[in-house]
């Protein structure tokens, strides 16, 4: 798995590629915890993950709650078929805005 943080107008984009499982989440909660800025949106841009876990799921949630708790928006871009449907199974697409490009964004 790889991560970059990169600028989009005014969001960080976290760009994820690879897998995110029990293997990689520990390497992309410790980029969130220490790259994160507190005062810009966040877009999570997952169009290069082909599998997510539910530890990569809960991750997910995690991030929502602390994007939440900082007062900015989060939105997810490119979330792969099979994974959006296991968090529409799962309860989980619900407490997220997903896009299927940056350019989808209103505003950005």
Do not use: C, N
């Not at 969130?32 to 999570?44: C, M, N, Y």
């Not at 979330?79 to 490009?101: N, R």
């Amino acid at each position: 798995m790889q991560v970059q943080l990169e600028a989009y107008g005014h969001w960080q984009v976290i760009r994820v590629s690879g897998q995110i499982d029990s293997k990689t989440v520990g390497e992309l909660r410790d980029f969130i915890d220490t790259e994160l800025k507190p005062s810009q949106p966040v877009a999570l841009e997952l169009t290069d993950v082909p599998f997510m876990s539910s530890a990569g799921l809960r991750t997910l949630l995690t991030l929502q709650r602390k994007t939440q708790d900082m007062g900015v928006d989060l939105v997810l871009i490119g979330v792969a078929d099979d994974i959006a449907d296991t968090m529409k199974v799962t309860g989980f697409y619900q407490f997220f805005t997903v896009y299927d490009s940056l350019q989808a964004i209103p505003g950005a």
